[in-house]
Protein backbone atom coordinates (compact mmCIF):
# COMPACT_ATOMS: atom_id res chain seq x y z
CA UNK A 1 0.00 0.00 0.00
CA UNK A 2 2.91 2.36 0.72
CA UNK A 3 4.55 1.52 -2.19
CA UNK A 4 1.24 2.42 -4.30
CA UNK A 5 0.89 5.61 -2.39
CA UNK A 6 4.55 6.65 -3.32
CA UNK A 7 4.63 6.02 -6.80
CA UNK A 8 1.54 7.73 -7.26
CA UNK A 9 2.86 10.36 -5.24
CA UNK A 10 5.90 10.31 -7.58
CA UNK A 11 3.37 10.39 -10.91
CA UNK A 12 1.73 13.34 -9.81
CA UNK A 13 4.91 15.51 -9.74
CA UNK A 14 5.66 15.03 -13.05
CA UNK A 15 2.31 15.03 -14.63
CA UNK A 16 2.79 19.28 -14.57
CA UNK A 17 6.29 18.43 -16.28
CA UNK A 18 5.30 16.24 -18.97
CA UNK A 19 1.88 18.46 -19.53
CA UNK A 20 -0.87 16.28 -20.44
CA UNK A 21 -4.30 17.88 -21.51
CA UNK A 22 -6.48 17.81 -18.21
CA UNK A 23 -6.81 14.44 -16.64
CA UNK A 24 -5.87 12.62 -19.41
CA UNK A 25 -2.61 11.16 -20.73
CA UNK A 26 -1.54 11.40 -24.91
CA UNK A 27 -2.91 8.04 -27.11
CA UNK A 28 -5.88 7.38 -24.60
CA UNK A 29 -8.99 6.20 -26.71
CA UNK A 30 -11.97 8.62 -27.09
CA UNK A 31 -14.29 6.48 -24.68
CA UNK A 32 -11.06 6.19 -21.79
CA UNK A 33 -11.38 10.71 -22.31
CA UNK A 34 -15.60 10.50 -21.98
CA UNK A 35 -14.73 8.12 -18.74
CA UNK A 36 -12.63 10.64 -17.00
CA UNK A 37 -14.40 13.86 -18.03
CA UNK A 38 -18.20 12.30 -17.60
CA UNK A 39 -21.17 12.46 -20.10
CA UNK A 40 -22.23 15.65 -19.60
CA UNK A 41 -20.30 16.84 -22.84
CA UNK A 42 -21.11 19.29 -25.72
CA UNK A 43 -20.26 17.79 -28.26
CA UNK A 44 -19.32 14.52 -29.52
CA UNK A 45 -18.79 13.98 -33.51
CA UNK A 46 -18.34 10.51 -34.82
CA UNK A 47 -14.61 9.83 -34.34
CA UNK A 48 -12.27 12.37 -33.49
CA UNK A 49 -13.82 15.48 -31.51
CA UNK A 50 -14.70 15.77 -28.46
CA UNK A 51 -16.10 19.66 -26.72
CA UNK A 52 -16.88 19.90 -23.24
CA UNK A 53 -18.09 23.58 -21.06
CA UNK A 54 -15.16 24.37 -18.82
CA UNK A 55 -13.71 26.88 -16.53
CA UNK A 56 -10.36 27.96 -16.47
CA UNK A 57 -8.99 30.43 -13.67
CA UNK A 58 -12.33 31.76 -13.74
CA UNK A 59 -12.91 32.07 -17.75
CA UNK A 60 -15.34 30.23 -19.75
CA UNK A 61 -14.07 28.25 -21.98
CA UNK A 62 -14.52 24.77 -24.50
CA UNK A 63 -12.13 21.82 -23.90
CA UNK A 64 -11.44 20.19 -27.16
CA UNK A 65 -9.94 16.93 -27.76
CA UNK A 66 -9.00 15.30 -30.87
CA UNK A 67 -8.06 12.42 -31.78
CA UNK A 68 -5.95 10.59 -34.76
CA UNK A 69 -6.97 6.57 -34.93
CA UNK A 70 -8.87 6.88 -31.60
CA UNK A 71 -5.60 8.91 -29.97
CA UNK A 72 -5.76 11.28 -28.13
CA UNK A 73 -3.30 13.85 -30.04
CA UNK A 74 -4.15 17.39 -28.93
CA UNK A 75 -6.11 19.20 -25.97
CA UNK A 76 -7.24 22.65 -26.72
CA UNK A 77 -9.19 25.45 -24.56
CA UNK A 78 -10.79 28.12 -26.67
CA UNK A 79 -11.79 30.88 -24.66
CA UNK A 80 -15.48 32.17 -24.69
CA UNK A 81 -15.75 34.85 -22.38
CA UNK A 82 -17.48 38.00 -24.36
CA UNK A 83 -15.67 41.08 -23.22
CA UNK A 84 -17.07 44.47 -23.62
CA UNK A 85 -13.31 46.32 -23.57
CA UNK A 86 -11.24 44.67 -25.93
CA UNK A 87 -8.54 45.23 -23.66
CA UNK A 88 -9.56 42.34 -21.20
CA UNK A 89 -8.70 39.73 -23.68
CA UNK A 90 -5.16 40.96 -23.56
CA UNK A 91 -5.14 41.39 -19.88
CA UNK A 92 -6.94 37.66 -19.68
CA UNK A 93 -4.02 36.26 -22.17
CA UNK A 94 -1.14 38.00 -19.73
CA UNK A 95 -2.96 36.28 -16.67
CA UNK A 96 -3.14 32.95 -18.38
CA UNK A 97 0.46 33.24 -19.82
CA UNK A 98 1.39 34.34 -16.04
CA UNK A 99 0.00 31.38 -14.74
CA UNK A 100 1.32 28.78 -17.51
CA UNK A 101 4.88 30.29 -16.57
CA UNK A 102 4.22 29.30 -12.91
CA UNK A 103 3.57 25.63 -13.69
CA UNK A 104 5.96 25.13 -17.31
CA UNK A 105 8.57 27.76 -16.56
CA UNK A 106 9.85 30.18 -19.03
CA UNK A 107 8.78 29.59 -22.72
CA UNK A 108 10.64 29.05 -25.31
CA UNK A 109 9.41 31.16 -27.57
CA UNK A 110 6.97 34.27 -27.76
CA UNK A 111 6.17 36.71 -30.48
CA UNK A 112 3.54 39.45 -31.38
CA UNK A 113 3.19 40.23 -35.14
CA UNK A 114 1.86 43.73 -36.84
CA UNK A 115 0.32 43.31 -39.93
CA UNK A 116 -0.97 46.81 -40.00
CA UNK A 117 0.94 49.34 -37.44
CA UNK A 118 -1.90 51.73 -37.08
CA UNK A 119 -2.28 51.24 -33.31
CA UNK A 120 1.04 50.02 -32.74
CA UNK A 121 1.97 53.18 -30.46
CA UNK A 122 -0.78 53.29 -28.83
CA UNK A 123 -1.26 50.63 -26.20
CA UNK A 124 -4.68 51.82 -25.25
CA UNK A 125 -5.86 50.52 -28.66
CA UNK A 126 -4.02 47.16 -28.59
CA UNK A 127 -7.31 45.44 -27.90
CA UNK A 128 -8.69 46.38 -31.24
CA UNK A 129 -5.92 46.35 -33.32
CA UNK A 130 -6.40 42.23 -32.42
CA UNK A 131 -9.70 42.13 -33.04
CA UNK A 132 -9.07 43.89 -36.42
CA UNK A 133 -6.47 40.78 -37.08
CA UNK A 134 -4.13 43.99 -36.63
CA UNK A 135 -2.05 42.42 -34.24
CA UNK A 136 -1.82 38.93 -32.77
CA UNK A 137 0.47 37.11 -30.13
CA UNK A 138 1.72 34.00 -29.33
CA UNK A 139 3.49 32.09 -26.75
CA UNK A 140 5.43 28.36 -26.97
CA UNK A 141 6.32 26.11 -23.85
CA UNK A 142 8.06 22.40 -24.29
CA UNK A 143 8.08 19.69 -22.09
CA UNK A 144 9.29 16.28 -22.88
CA UNK A 145 5.84 14.96 -24.32
CA UNK A 146 4.15 18.19 -25.07
CA UNK A 147 4.25 21.53 -27.20
CA UNK A 148 1.73 24.16 -25.67
CA UNK A 149 1.00 27.60 -27.82
CA UNK A 150 -1.13 29.99 -26.40
CA UNK A 151 -2.63 32.72 -29.01
CA UNK A 152 -3.91 35.46 -29.07
CA UNK A 153 -5.24 36.87 -32.23
CA UNK A 154 -8.28 38.56 -34.20
CA UNK A 155 -10.54 39.61 -37.19
CA UNK A 156 -13.38 41.25 -38.11
CA UNK A 157 -13.81 42.28 -34.65
CA UNK A 158 -13.95 39.11 -33.06
CA UNK A 159 -10.81 37.90 -30.71
CA UNK A 160 -10.04 33.96 -30.37
CA UNK A 161 -7.71 33.18 -27.31
CA UNK A 162 -7.02 29.64 -27.37
CA UNK A 163 -4.33 27.62 -25.61
CA UNK A 164 -3.21 24.63 -27.37
CA UNK A 165 -1.69 20.92 -26.06
CA UNK A 166 0.25 19.08 -29.00
CA UNK A 167 1.28 15.64 -28.02
CA UNK A 168 5.15 14.94 -29.69
CA UNK A 169 4.43 11.45 -29.88
CA UNK A 170 1.38 12.25 -31.87
CA UNK A 171 2.07 15.52 -33.27
CA UNK A 172 3.04 13.89 -37.04
CA UNK A 173 -0.09 11.73 -37.71
CA UNK A 174 -2.55 14.31 -35.92
CA UNK A 175 -1.29 16.69 -39.07
CA UNK A 176 -1.32 14.18 -41.77
CA UNK A 177 -5.12 13.63 -41.03
CA UNK A 178 -5.81 17.01 -40.98
CA UNK A 179 -4.07 17.82 -44.19
CA UNK A 180 -6.05 13.97 -45.59
CA UNK A 181 -9.38 15.87 -44.03
CA UNK A 182 -8.52 19.30 -46.08
CA UNK A 183 -7.96 17.47 -49.24
CA UNK A 184 -11.20 15.64 -49.73
CA UNK A 185 -13.27 16.78 -51.89
CA UNK A 186 -10.21 18.74 -53.92
Known sequence: MKKTFWILVFLSMLLPACAQFRDTIWGMSRAQVIGIEGEENLYVNESDVVIYNCSIAGLKAFAGYLFVDDKLAVGKYLFNETRADNNTYLEDFMKLSKLLISIYGEPVDADSEWSNSLYEDDEEYYGLA????????????????????????????????????????YAEAYQEEKLRKDQQGL
Not at 134 to 158: A, C, M, P, R
Open 130 to 169: ISLGHLSLWIKWETETTVIFQSLYGQDYEIKHIIEYNSKE
